[in-house]
């Protein structure tokens, strides 16, 4: 599987941006895919996923009821709606996936866990 992210750019603070993260190689309808994001000087953070086809979603704290997650019909495409951005919102965002995990790994935000990467895409938020 591979993941290309793409939809990153500079907004001000209280505004909004939409990622994708596509994917090719052989559908993945039935893996779990998670958001995750690196700060300059900062781990890499869990943001928010979805388990497998059951549409099961997880967020960190900091973006809930600001971002939210979603996939296509064909399960292809995976997305990130932000919402209210602030500027720690700044960060490389990463799409993730996985078709091994478990439920309790998933909830977990454990980076390691996932197979699949797409190479980031840059999110900055002036104030």
């Known amino acids: 599987v591979q993941l290309q992210a793409s939809g990153g750019g500079l907004v001000t603070a209280g505004g909004s941006l939409r990622l994708s993260c596509a994917a090719s190689?052989?559908?993945?309808?039935?893996?779990?895919v998670a958001w995750f994001r690196q700060a300059p000087g900062k781990e890499r953070e869990f943001v928010a996923g979805?388990?497998?086809?059951?549409?099961?979603?997880a967020y960190a704290d900091p973006v809930k009821g600001r971002f939210t997650i979603s996939r296509d019909n064909a399960k292809t495409t995976v997305w990130l709606q932000m919402n209210s951005l602030k500027p720690e919102d700044t960060a490389v965002y990463y799409c993730a996936a996985s078709s091994r995990l478990i439920y309790s790994t998933f909830i977990s935000g454990t980076s390691a866990a996932y197979d699949y990467w797409g190479q980031g895409t840059l999110v900055t938020v002036s104030s």
């Open positions: 979805m388990f497998r086809s059951t549409s099961s979603t």
């Open positions: 190689g052989r559908t993945f309808h039935s893996y779990t």
